[in-house]
């Protein structure tokens, strides 16, 4: 491509590209500090790589919840003999100004389609899941206020 690659490293990096054939740079370190190593190769600017860190490692544990409860919840409503046509889930969430920065409220939006499927059902469903069923919301501290919304478009 035409690029020194000794004075023009980043420009090199861009065009060549790095795929990990692993998850970890190495086994032993965090999360976060796998993701501070990529985002040193991608030359994220220092004062941006702690924000960026945290808002990806943010990103993926709202996606752990959400997975745990569509599972949970899915499952309680083909129990119910719904037929699932539409199921996702988004979830939001303040955190704490101060570190660890951990999280003081979540709020679900569950968007639910489905033959069978009424309010009452979905309603029952989710809250089966919350109360009962989901490990990843009982393994969160207790004072986290969870709220949710439904849609049954």
């Given at each position: 491509?035409?690029?020194?690659?000794?004075?023009?490293?980043?420009?090199?990096?861009?065009?060549?590209?790095?795929?990990?054939?692993?998850?970890?740079?190495?086994?032993?370190?965090?999360?976060?500090?796998?993701?501070?190593?990529?985002?040193?190769?991608?030359?994220?600017?220092?004062?941006?790589?702690?924000?960026?860190?945290?808002?990806?490692?943010?990103?993926?544990?709202n996606r752990?919840?959400?997975?745990?409860?569509?599972?949970?919840?899915?499952?309680?409503?083909?129990?119910?003999?719904?037929?699932?046509?539409?199921?996702?889930?988004?979830?939001?969430?303040?955190?704490?100004?101060?570190?660890?920065?951990?999280?003081?409220?979540?709020?679900?939006?569950?968007?639910?389609?489905?033959?069978?499927?009424?309010?009452?059902?979905?309603?029952?469903?989710i809250d089966?899941?919350?109360?009962?069923?989901?490990?990843?919301?009982?393994?969160?501290?207790?004072?986290?206020?969870?709220?949710?919304?439904?849609?049954?478009?």
């Open positions: 491509a035409g690029f020194d690659v000794r004075k023009q490293v980043a420009k090199v990096r861009r065009v060549i590209g790095y795929v990990p054939q692993m998850i970890s740079a190495d086994g032993t370190l965090t999360g976060y500090e796998n993701l501070l190593i990529f985002a040193k190769l991608y030359d994220i600017p220092r004062r941006e790589r702690a924000v960026r860190i945290a808002d990806a490692l943010t990103l993926m544990a752990q919840v959400t997975g745990k409860v569509v599972l949970e919840v899915g499952g309680i409503l083909q129990k119910m003999q719904v037929i699932l046509q539409e199921f996702r889930v988004e979830v939001t969430g303040r955190r704490a100004p101060e570190h660890p920065k951990r999280y003081l409220t979540l709020h679900f939006v569950y968007r639910i389609r489905g033959e069978g499927l009424d309010e009452s059902k979905a309603r029952r469903a089966l899941s919350h109360q009962k069923y989901c490990s990843v919301l009982h393994s969160l501290n207790s004072d986290i206020a969870i709220t949710y919304d439904l849609d049954l478009g």
